[in-house]
């Protein structure tokens, strides 16, 4: 379907001035009030009238299969139709056709464009709604939706359209992945004192990280213990398939206890051991200054770093002054348990000969496959900001539901913007199937101009 269609804008302007303000305020107000959403419009009714007209002709037949081998369709009547645009409201009289066969009355425009029976909006709405709320409140982006883009969405409707979207959907695959990360953050709940719930809700992530050093998001859930968390990462993988090459956390033990199973080994994060050290001690009631002495030790003892060339680069004496190395750090660290023992130090004692089961792995990893790998968690804890920022310092009393489903709309936007892309392109199906080029803009009068 092929149609010119000729714009035509009347323009009065003052002929003793007027400022460039004005004129781009009231061009910009005209096109999106009326110019965008009526172009939209006009474009349906023509296809609406040529889509009708050829099956009333029996040039083509209706998608769907009729109860009559050999429909032959009429004009039966036209219904008005408005749909919410990021152009503005989309205004349209589709036609109703009938057959004069079996009665059956369809609505070819519906069919053509694919839309739900009772649609109100578009996909492209959707994404632009649910991309903003994932950086701001409700309330914020339904002012920021009006005031910047013209789009009035109440934040009751914005938060409608986001809870029943689909887009927070995360496929993690079945690959088993070079790296698994996972944390948690607490946030703000909707307490409910029938059931017993307060308002300390708990987010939980999973991040895989694939050969090819790409993010890859594993999913967002609130209410679940690590255990269900594993058993949905893990996923569809044959028994004995790891789900990772290496587990980096930063400690906590419900993570150890659940996913190092799935992987093949576990890094504690670094600088999590020199942080929870300090913590530890002050459980123990150890002075300030003697925290950072510890800490000070613990540091220069784990800063074990890899060469930076190529590991086939790398002299065969170098590899093994690096494990010796190791063997020399694992040492120091049984002398600082000992030391923290001896002063009394039970429960900084304990959370170091945790971690020092796995505080090099990242080096025994290297020097037998030459693969080089994280020794802290900072990715998902940038990660974890972003979450925490949006879901902690913007808003509050959180439904479970609603804070594992924003969780997953923000680590798969800003962590698998490709993913993220493809699910709305499939979406919006923008297949090449519309052309728009814009030939000219003349006047009626040409007259007036170049004189």
């Known amino acids: 379907m092929q149609d010119i269609i000729t714009l035509e804008v009347l323009s009065a302007t003052s002929e003793k001035r007027f400022s460039l303000d004005e004129l781009v305020f009231r061009t910009k107000e005209l096109f999106e009030t009326e110019g965008l959403a009526g172009f939209v419009g006009l474009i349906l009714r023509l296809a609406d009238e040529k889509i009708c007209m050829n099956m009333v002709q029996g040039k083509i037949k209706h998608e769907r299969q009729s109860c009559c081998s050999n429909p032959q369709y009429e004009h039966h009547d036209q219904s008005n139709r408005q749909f919410r645009t990021s152009v503005g409201k989309v205004m349209i009289r589709w036609r109703r056709l009938r057959c004069t066969k079996c009665g059956k009355r369809v ?24 991309e903003i709320v994932s950086e701001q409140t409700y309330r914020r982006s339904s002012a920021h939706l009006s005031t910047i883009g013209s789009i009035p969405v109440p934040k009751s409707t914005a938060h409608r359209w986001v809870a029943q979207s689909t887009c927070d959907q995360i496929d993690g695959g079945n690959e088993t992945f070079d790296m698994l990360f996972a944390d948690g953050t607490g946030y703000k709940r909707r307490p409910d004192k029938e059931a ?66 799935l992987c093949n080994s576990h890094q504690r994060c670094h600088w999590h051991c020199v942080q929870d050290l300090n913590y530890t001690m002050w459980q123990d009631k150890a002075e300030k200054m003697e925290r950072r002495q510890m800490q000070k030790k613990l540091a220069a003892i784990i800063g074990i770093e890899l060469p930076e060339e190529d590991f086939e680069k790398v002299e065969d004496s170098d590899k093994t002054s690096l494990a010796q190395a190791v063997a020399a750090a694992e040492c120091d660290v049984r002398k600082l348990i000992k030391k923290l023992l001896d002063k009394g130090y039970g429960r900084a004692a304990d959370y170091l000969i945790g971690a020092s089961k796995n505080m090099f792995s990242y080096v ?77 803009i003349k006047v009626e009068n040409p007259l007036t101009l170049g004189r």
């Open 196 to 261: 017993d719930i307060n308002n300390r809700g708990e987010l939980r992530i999973a991040l895989g990280i694939d050969r090819r050093g790409s993010i890859v998001p594993l999913g967002a859930f609130s209410g679940k213990s690590w255990d269900q968390i594993a058993a949905v990462v893990q996923g569809e993988r044959d028994d004995g398939k790891a789900v990772a090459d290496m587990l980096v956390s930063d400690g906590e033990s419900g993570i150890a206890q659940s996913f190092s199973k």
């Open 107 to 130: 609505i070819p425009l519906r069919e053509f464009l694919g839309l739900e029976r009772y649609q109100s909006k578009t996909s492209e709405l959707e994404k632009i709604v649910a």
């Open 364 to 440: 025994r990893r290297w020097l037998l496959t030459g693969i080089v790998g994280p020794r802290a968690s900072s990715m998902i804890e940038r990660m974890m900001r972003e979450l925490a920022r949006r879901l902690k310092r913007m808003a509050f009393g959180w439904s479970e539901e609603g804070a594992a489903k924003m969780a997953r709309i923000i680590i798969k936007r800003f962590t698998s913007a490709g993913q993220w892309e493809k699910y709305w392109k499939d979406r919006l199906r923008i297949e090449d199937n519309v052309l728009l080029i814009l030939r000219s």
